[in-house]
Each structure stands twice: as structure tokens, then as C-alpha cells.
């Protein structure tokens, strides 16, 4: 058992590792005195910034400065009563940290001075929870989702032909080990969340934090998973079959027969992998894809989902074999359910050639086309179940009537989206919707000389193609009645962070991390974002007069519209 918690440590150990805060600067605050009799006279705070980054003074107090720093260790000096906080972000070439507030309180000042320091930074940590504390947020929703899809995709997988016949061949080849054959058969179910979390492990280590969040608009990588995606439809819906080599599986089943203990059971787990791929591949590619574009720990967290659902019918069927008989057999309601899932990945491979079409300005996956498509699949779902319902049992028709009536509802549910409906059940995945009754810029410093030219306030909503979230905002919240009616207030600056146009020659970003000789127009966005206002994340507000003064603390995702409006100052 030792060497078994030893295993799952070393599995485990770079997940936690992958997990830990980066702290690439480090402030301290020295006290300097006037007299020898050591009254505080000024205080100099200094920033050590770790190689490889560089730090943006986002402001000092009230004062906006908006300036990168590269120089460590970098220092600033206040008078003893004007300390005050400091708002900053870091970055690399690959990744920028929320905005953090650090606050020096000098220890010699009176206790009135000492609230009043209080007060002030405690303002600046409420600033610095509406950036990094609501993001935080959204983060870990992010990866509760991406483990609940995980657990729905392991659920899928079980019932398809690959997986459902090899539970009680497994489950009772471990129960007539007289070597505890249960507690092999629950170390069996355990082996298979160790391999798939270590896939999720591996997938975030090949790429890494940066290229994991280039994978949501890159417009190669978005084609090839859309091909891939469909190629595996295809498969299912039975015109050939993927699999690997046969050789792979005997060679491994052997070696475990071979071998004793722990290792050999990792072994039959890694068998049931390699045996299992033709269906749970399209599965685990889907997922992995939809993980990669949200977070550095989502590949490794939706595999967990994952790998727990795959593994649950193995463990509870040899804590209770005699539910082994009482498990439907294989049949050809299995051919039925690869069908469904074929249909329901053409639908999902849609997401990723709509991403690289609107990222790149294509045009040829418009917002009705992708609707209809899918009005297609769920509507096919319906007729294929309905073609030979006359030729099964009383139970299984029932579970087809299941299936076919929602499969309907939500086509019909879909047609209003033809002509312009906001459709929210799909606002995830489809194209952005066109808000009528609102005037948009779509370049900064146009939609700033307009507010300057009319004297009124900016709302400036940086998004994304690929973003989840933003698509959500915009269907609950920017299509609201209500916030579309505060909105004709403002000047709307809608600006899209993955646009991979190549931006005007005089919109080029001047700074020393942007020497390319092709800089997009997502690379101005986003620059726009992080010297600005401090923020890598999407969707994100700012509020700002027509000087470019902040109005109120940035806003950032939420599908509460009563709570957006209450953010709104006009």
C-alpha cells in the first residue's frame, strides 16, 4: 500500500506543483529616519522583480501611471504621513498575474494615523477584489465546469461498445483472484483515474500556460480539432472503425498477466485504455480541447472528471457483483447510442472552425448557418431513433421516446435563433449575436475621439472569439432591455483580444516585447488591456468619461443584469 500512496504522489505531485501563486515580485519597505532620535521622517519601498518578468505600476494611490518597470530592484520614497497603496501586475512572455495591492503602514505613526492608513488600503483591497478576487472566481466556476463535463463525458463512455462489455469480464476476472480480488478490483478502478488524470497532466506540460491559451484562437489548431472532431463522428456513426494497433493491447494485457502486485494492475487499467480508445477518443478529445483554452489545471481536472465516472461501474460492481446480472447485456442498443454521440459531436466540432472563422474574419460560418446546423443534428437524433422504433422492446422504445422529445424541443427551441433570437442555451459556443439598437466602435482610439467629440461616458468591453463567458455575458446581460436602455448613454467600445486581422500600421504597439513585424489587432487589444487598466482576463469592463478617467472599479463576468446595471454610473 506504501508503494501505492508513493505512485499516486509522484502522479500528483506536479498538479499541485502547476498550482501554486506566482509571486514574481516581492516588496519590502524601509523606515528612514530624520533624527537619531528615530522618528519616521520618509519610507522607501522597494520591488524586487524575478528574472524573466517585468512589473506595470498600474497606480500609487489615486495617481493612474500605467508604466512598465524592468528594472529590479526598482524603488519608490514617500514622506512618512503619504505612504500610500501601490496597485501593480507582473508578466513574462507567457503569462500576466492579476492586479495585487501592496500597502506599507509605517509602525511609528499615532493610532489615528494608523486608521486612517487602514481605511485607505482597505479601499484598495476592495479595488484589488474586484479585479483578482471576481477573476479568481470565475477561474475556479471555469474548472468546476470543465469536471462536470469531465464526469458527463466518463458516463458517456461507459455505456459505448468499447467499455460496457469489458465491466464484467474484468470486475469477475478480479473477484476469482483469491489474492483480494475486491480490493484489486477497487485498486483497478483507481489505476484508471491515475492514467487519465496523467494524461490531462501530460497535455498541460507539452504545451504550457501560454500555448494552452493560444489553442482557443488559433486558427490551425481550431481547423485541426474540427477535422479531427468529425473524422471521429464519422466513426461513429459506424462508416469505419479507429483503433490502435492490436499488437499494443496483447502486448500489455501479457505483461500484466505476468506481473504481480500494484504494477500489474495499472497495466490491465492501461489495457482497458488502449482497448477502449475508438470510443472514449472522440470523447477525451473533445473534452481536452474545451479544457485547454480555459486554464493550465483544466486538461488535468475535466481527465479527473473524467477517469471517476469511467472507473465508478468497476469498483461499485465488485463492492456488489451480484448487480453484475442484473446489468443490461450488450446489444444494439449500443450502436444506437454511438449514433446519438456522433450526431452530437458534429454539433461541437462547429465550435471550433466558428472560433477560427470569426478570429481570422472569414465569413463563411455565419451565425443562422451554425444554428441550422445544429437544428440538423438534434433533429437527426430524432428521425434516427424514430426510423426502426417499431423493432425494439417496450423498455428501450420508452428510452428512445426519452431521447427524441427533448431532441426536438431544443431544434425547435433553436429555429427563433434563425431570424436573430438570442438562443442563450447555446450562447457558449455559437457566433456572437448582433445587439440591435447599439452603436459600436471596434478601435480604441476612434471610439475615445468620439466620446471626446460628444462629451460622453465609454464603456470599453474587452472580449474574446474564443471566450465562453463573454458569449454568456452577452446573451444575459448586454441584450437585457434594461442594460441595452443605460447603454445608449454611453460610447460602447467593443474590443476583441484573439483578432488575428493584422492591425493599421499607425494602431502598432511601441514597446520593447513587440518587435514583430506583423502585430494583429488582438495584439493591440490586449496591450490596450494590460498597460491600461492591469487586466489579462475576458470578459472585462471599464467605465470611463470622456477624458479616459475610471468612473467606477473595472467589472468582469457576471450573468446577473440588475448587478451590471447598478456598476453603470449613467
Known amino acids: 500500500m506504501k508503494r501505492i500512496l508513493l505512485f499516486i504522489a509522484i502522479i500528483c505531485l506536479p498538479l499541485m506543483a502547476s498550482a501554486q501563486i506566482v509571486e514574481a515580485v516581492k516588496w519590502s519597505g524601509e523606515e528612514i529616519p530624520a533624527t537619531a532620535a528615530g522618528a519616521v521622517d520618509s ?6 522583480i524575478q528574472e ?7 497606480s500609487v494611490g489615486d495617481e493612474e501611471i500605467g508604466e ?19 496597485r501593480y501586475n507582473s508578466c513574462n512572455d507567457q503569462m500576466c498575474t492579476a492586479p495585487e495591492i501592496y500597502s506599507y503602514e509605517v509602525e511609528s505613526r499615532t493610532s489615528k494615523d494608523k486608521s486612517s492608513l487602514s481605511g485607505e488600503a482597505g479601499l484598495s483591497s476592495f479595488s484589488a477584489s474586484g479585479l483578482s478576487g471576481e477573476a479568481g472566481q470565475t477561474a475556479q466556476r471555469s474548472l468546476w465546469v470543465i469536471f462536470v463535463l469531465g464526469l458527463l463525458g466518463g458516463l458517456l463512455a461507459i455505456f459505448t461498445p468499447c467499455v460496457w462489455p469489458i465491466i464484467p469480464m474484468t470486475v469477475s476476472f478480479f473477484l476469482k483472484r483469491t489474492d483480494k480480488g475486491l480490493q484489486n478490483a477497487i485498486l483497478y478502478g483507481l489505476s484508471i483515474i491515475i492514467l487519465y488524470v496523467g494524461l490531462g497532466l501530460l497535455v498541460t506540460i507539452a504545451f504550457g500556460a501560454s500555448a494552452l491559451n493560444d489553442l482557443s484562437t488559433n486558427a490551425v489548431v481550431n481547423i485541426v480539432f474540427f477535422l479531427i472532431l468529425v473524422v471521429f463522428a464519422l466513426s461513429f456513426f459506424g462508416l469505419f472503425e479507429i483503433t490502435l494497433p492490436d499488437s499494443w493491447s496483447t502486448a500489455l494485457d501479457s505483461k500484466a498477466r505476468s506481473t504481480g502486485g500494484f504494477l500489474s494492475i495499472l497495466l490491465m487499467a492501461f489495457t482497458l485504455v488502449i482497448v477502449s480508445f475508438s470510443c472514449t477518443g472522440p470523447i477525451i478529445g473533445t473534452l481536452l480541447v474545451e479544457a485547454a483554452g480555459r486554464s493550465l489545471l483544466a486538461p488535468a481536472i475535466g481527465m479527473l472528471g473524467f477517469a471517476i465516472a469511467l472507473a465508478l461501474p468497476f469498483s461499485l460492481f465488485a463492492l456488489f457483483p451480484q448487480w453484475l446480472k442484473q446489468a443490461p447485456k450488450s446489444g444494439d442498443w449500443m450502436t444506437s447510442f454511438k449514433v446519438v454521440l456522433a450526431f452530437l459531436e458534429l454539433a461541437l466540432s462547429l465550435k471550433f472552425l466558428s472560433v477560427a472563422d470569426m478570429a481570422y474574419g472569414w465569413g463563411i460560418l455565419p451565425r443562422w448557418l451554425f444554428i441550422a446546423i445544429w437544428i440538423a443534428c438534434f433533429l437527426g437524433i430524432a428521425v434516427y431513433l424514430l426510423w426502426n422504433i417499431r423493432n425494439v422492446n417496450l423498455t428501450r422504445k420508452i428510452i428512445r421516446v426519452l431521447v427524441i422529445v427533448p431532441s426536438v424541443a431544443f431544434a425547435c427551441y433553436l429555429v427563433p435563433g434563425l431570424w436573430g433570437a438570442p438562443v442563450k442555451a447555446i450562447s457558449a459556443f455559437a457566433p456572437p449575436m448582433e445587439i440591435e439598437g ?3 466602435f471596434n478601435d480604441y482610439e476612434e471610439g475615445m475621439a468620439y466620446a471626446r467629440q ?11 472569439y474564443g471566450c465562453v463567458n463573454c458569449r454568456k455575458m452577452e446573451a444575459y446581460v448586454l441584450d437585457n432591455e434594461s442594460v441595452k436602455a443605460r447603454l445608449k448613454n454611453y460610447v460602447f467600445i467593443e474590443l476583441f483580444v484573439d483578432d488575428k486581422r493584422s492591425a493599421a500600421p499607425d494602431r502598432a504597439i511601441n514597446s520593447a516585447d513587440s518587435r514583430e513585424s506583423r502585430v494583429s489587432i488582438g495584439d493591440v487589444n490586449s496591450r490596450i488591456q494590460r498597460e491600461k487598466f492591469g487586466s489579462n482576463a475576458q470578459p472585462f469592463f471599464v467605465q470611463l468619461d470622456a477624458q479616459g478617467n475610471m468612473l467606477a472599479e473595472p467589472m468582469a463576468f457576471t450573468t446577473n443584469p440588475e448587478e451590471f446595471i447598478r456598476w453603470l454610473k449613467y
Not at 519608490?76 to 504621513?81: H, V
Not at 460628444?454 to 474574446?464: E, L, S
Open 43 to 48: 519610507v522607501r519601498l522597494k520591488a524586487t
Open 454 to 464: 460628444t462629451g460622453r461616458p465609454v464603456i470599453i468591453d474587452f472580449t474574446g
Open 438 to 440: 447599439r452603436e459600436v
Open 68 to 86: 512598465e518597470i524592468y528594472d529590479s530592484p526598482f524603488t519608490l520614497t514617500f514622506a512618512a504621513n503619504e505612504v500610500v497603496p501601490i
Open 52 to 58: 524573466g518578468w517585468h512589473m506595470t505600476l498600474i
